[in-house]
């Protein structure tokens, strides 16, 4: 609604914007010429026009001040959610690790992005982060594919890379954020591609006016059991005893996916904070900027007013002087 109302606003402001400064009215009788006449009919522009600016200013401002609003509501909605999360990954990652660096032949680029506009840069920053792991996982013996969250990373990545995105997923915020519904997604995800490393991209929540993108890495079973073998970061993994019937794969199958539905978790409320914490500092911005063109307009419109009241009294004068003489 608000978004509506903050397009309607924009039209009805656009055609009052004129390149040309506004000047006082002459004492001299006016030449209708082209570039006198106005945006909205008016022969020059006159203290009206400038009335009609300063209430699309107005309404503009409220509208922004609304969001503003709104979007600190949001987030504080989420914030607690995404603190809490960042405890389900933690465990993942001290077992299996986080290792970005690993060489493997099938990479998925996991990009988290909003639904929405008027959020800042977080959209850009993170398809940005995107084509540049999609670059350097490049190869004559790789593959590298996307898995596109939120309809602004699909608008952009599809323009030049419509045939390696495997999934594209929107309207993932519509509802209240749970796990049930992340790993629903997850699982999703999971089943439609094929990988050997899945990279999420995500803006990581610091505060209000700083989030940091974030890139974290899923390896599947046959590459965190490879790197097992091989030693390094992984190779404490042969230390542990499984109990139970089942296999160290079905273990490290069933590990791997639990942990892409916790990571998804955190990352998708990580990016929601950032969302809202960046659409309320481009909302104060905005609110500000509205309010120092307001306060233009209002100098514009009293030198205008003054002008037209000053050259009333002269044409009142010079013409009591005439019949006078």
Same mark, same amino acid.
């Given at each position: 609604?608000?978004?509506?109302?903050?397009?309607?606003?924009?039209?009805?402001?656009?055609?009052?914007?004129?390149?040309?400064?506004?000047?006082?009215?002459?004492?001299?009788?006016?030449?209708?010429?082209?570039?006198?006449?106005?945006?909205?009919?008016?022969?020059?522009?006159?203290?009206?026009?400038?009335?009609?600016?300063?209430?699309?200013?107005?309404?503009?401002?409220?509208?922004?001040?609304?969001?503003?609003?709104?979007?600190?509501?949001?987030?504080?909605?989420?914030?607690?959610?995404?603190?809490?999360?960042?405890?389900?990954?933690?465990?993942?990652?001290?077992?299996?690790?986080?290792?970005?660096?690993?060489?493997?032949?099938?990479?998925?680029?996991?990009?988290?992005?909003?639904?929405?506009?008027?959020?800042?840069?977080?959209?850009?920053?993170?398809?940005?982060?995107?084509? $540049?792991?999609?670059?350097?996982?490049?190869?004559?013996?790789?593959?590298?594919?996307?898995?596109?969250?939120?309809?602004?990373?699909?608008?952009?990545?599809?323009?030049?890379?419509?045939?390696?995105?495997?999934?594209?997923?929107?309207?993932?915020?519509?509802?209240?954020?749970?796990?049930?519904?992340?790993?629903?997604?997850?699982?999703?995800?999971?089943?439609?591609?094929?990988?050997?490393?899945?990279?999420?991209?995500?803006?990581?929540?610091?505060?209000?006016?700083?989030?940091?993108?974030?890139?974290?890495?899923?390896?599947?079973?046959?590459?965190?059991?490879?790197?097992?073998?091989? $030693?390094?970061?992984?190779?404490?993994?042969?230390?542990?005893?499984?109990? $139970?019937?089942?296999?160290?794969?079905?273990?490290?199958?069933?590990?791997?996916?639990?942990?892409?539905?916790?990571?998804?978790?955190?990352?998708?409320?990580?990016?929601?904070?950032?969302?809202?914490?960046?659409?309320?500092?481009?909302?104060?911005?905005?609110?500000?900027?509205?309010?120092?063109?307001?306060?233009?307009?209002?100098?514009?419109?009293?030198?205008?007013?003054?002008?037209?009241?000053?050259?009333?009294?002269?044409?009142?004068?010079?013409?009591?002087?005439?019949?006078?003489?």
């Amino acid at each position: 609604m608000a978004m509506a109302s903050l397009r309607r606003e924009g039209r009805r402001f656009a055609p009052l914007i004129s390149p040309r400064p506004i000047t006082a009215v002459r004492s001299s009788p006016i030449v209708p010429t082209h570039e006198d006449e106005g945006p909205i009919g008016v022969r020059y522009i006159s203290t009206q026009v400038v009335r009609n600016r300063m209430k699309s200013v107005k309404n503009i401002q409220k509208i922004t001040k609304a969001m503003k609003m709104v979007a600190a509501s949001k987030l504080r909605a989420v914030q607690t959610k995404a603190e809490n999360s960042r405890g389900l990954w933690q465990p993942f990652t001290a077992l299996l690790g986080d290792l970005p660096s690993v060489d493997v032949k099938k990479n998925v680029v996991v990009t988290i992005s909003s639904d929405k506009g008027l959020c800042g840069g977080i959209n850009s920053t993170s398809v940005k982060i995107s084509k $540049g792991i999609y670059k350097l996982n490049s190869g004559p013996e790789k593959e590298t594919k996307y898995v596109i969250l939120g309809e602004k990373a699909k608008a952009q990545l599809v323009r030049d890379s419509k045939k390696d995105i495997e999934l594209i997923i929107t309207e993932l915020q519509k509802n209240p954020l749970s796990y049930t519904q992340v790993s629903v997604l997850a699982d999703e995800i999971l089943k439609n591609v094929e990988y050997d490393a899945l990279r999420i991209v995500f803006n990581k929540f610091h505060s209000v006016v700083s989030f940091v993108p974030t890139v974290s890495t899923v390896l599947s079973p046959e590459i965190v059991e490879r790197e097992s073998e091989s $030693g390094g970061k992984l190779g404490e993994l042969d230390s542990y005893e499984v109990e $139970g019937g089942e296999t160290k794969g079905e273990i490290l199958q069933n590990l791997a996916e639990f942990q892409f539905s916790c990571v998804m978790f955190n990352a998708v409320l990580e990016n929601a904070c950032s969302e809202q914490g960046a659409r309320m500092s481009a909302m104060d911005s905005s609110s500000r900027n509205a309010g120092d063109m307001l306060d233009r307009l209002t100098l514009t419109y009293n030198r205008t007013r003054q002008a037209s009241i000053t050259t009333e009294l002269i044409e009142i004068i010079s013409g009591a002087s005439a019949l006078e003489g």
